[in-house]
């Protein structure tokens, strides 16, 4: 399989976080290239996910500089993360659970709803053309998904793999260039595992999407990966192609003192 990588879009410099005393990340640095499946691991409370709050602009480092598509970003707060066409899924399930898939994966709409309150209220005009192109978006995602079986049925009554890919479905509604997962397959069964690998490369392959993505399964990060970056207690240890980390003496005893 070759595919096009491109030109970097996201490019961390020198990024420290810190939260009172305790240090989350120091002075990390590395990029993100378009079109790119890029993996963020590293033990438990290494700082991965405070690496996606910062890219996705809820946490922001008191040192270093994020540039996007070149330009440098000053202040990102999470709803410019959505206009910038950064989405993301989370580590627990933030769904709604008592509402139908298809309504769920419908909210992954809402920053691209143009029309206002009071014209969807009375659904007049222009929110009911947008309405109708929207629900054709959310039945794309479904399809693509494969989980129109299941569009009526109220999220919480799916088993766990089914929920993921749900969650998955609302951030994909959303049209992102830039999809963060934060642990898309913890907790699933191999079976649930191998299908949300195939959406996930069907995702990068199909949409050209840039996926970054924490996750502890290494068989599955080693798999889909172009390049894999390596925190430890909020360093970075290792960065590059699957076959130089899964190599790399620090990453190793990183690995082995964390008993995985
Ligand atoms: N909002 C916060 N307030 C205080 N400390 C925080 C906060 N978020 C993260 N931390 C601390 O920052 C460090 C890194 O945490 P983070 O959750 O980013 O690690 P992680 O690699 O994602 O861990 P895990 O694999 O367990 O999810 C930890 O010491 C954590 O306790």
């Known amino acids: 399989m070759s595919k096009q990588i491109g030109e970097v879009i996201l490019d961390l410099q020198n990024i420290s976080l810190r939260f009172g005393g305790v240090k989350a990340l ?22 991965k ?106 999220v919480g009554r799916l088993p766990y793999g089914l929920q993921k890919r749900v969650e998955l479905g609302r951030a994909l509604a959303a049209e992102p260039k830039m999809l963060l997962l934060d642990e898309p397959m913890a907790g699933m069964n191999v079976e649930e595992k191998q299908d949300m690998c195939r959406f996930i490369l069907d995702v990068n392959d199909q949409f050209g999407t840039t996926i970054v993505l924490i996750e502890h399964d290494m068989g599955v990060v080693m798999d889909i990966s172009d390049r894999v970056v390596v925190l430890d207690y909020g360093k970075k240890i290792g960065d590059g192609v699957p076959d130089e980390v899964k190599n790399n003496e620090d990453v190793i005893k990183a690995y082995l003192g964390a008993g995985h």
């Not at 990390?28 to 290494?46: K, L, Q, T």
């Not at 222009?126 to 009526?152: N, S």
């Open 26 to 47: 120091t002075d990390i640095s590395f990029d993100v290239r378009e079109h790119e499946i890029r993996a963020i691991i590293g033990p438990n409370g290494a700082g």
């Open 49 to 154: 996910s405070s690496m996606l709050n910062v890219i996705n602009g809820v946490y922001h480092p008191q040192e270093g500089k994020v540039f996007w598509r070149g330009s440098e970003r000053r202040k990102m707060e999470p709803h410019m993360a959505a206009q910038q066409n950064i989405a993301r899924t989370f580590q627990n399930i933030a769904l709604f659970k008592g509402m139908s898939v298809l309504d769920n994966i419908m909210t992954g709409r809402i920053t691209k709803m143009k029309s206002t309150f009071l014209e969807h209220a009375l659904w007049f005009g222009r929110a009911r053309q947008e309405e109708l192109e929207h629900r054709k978006k959310v039945e794309e995602v479904i399809d693509f998904l494969e989980i129109q079986h299941i569009r009526k049925t109220p």
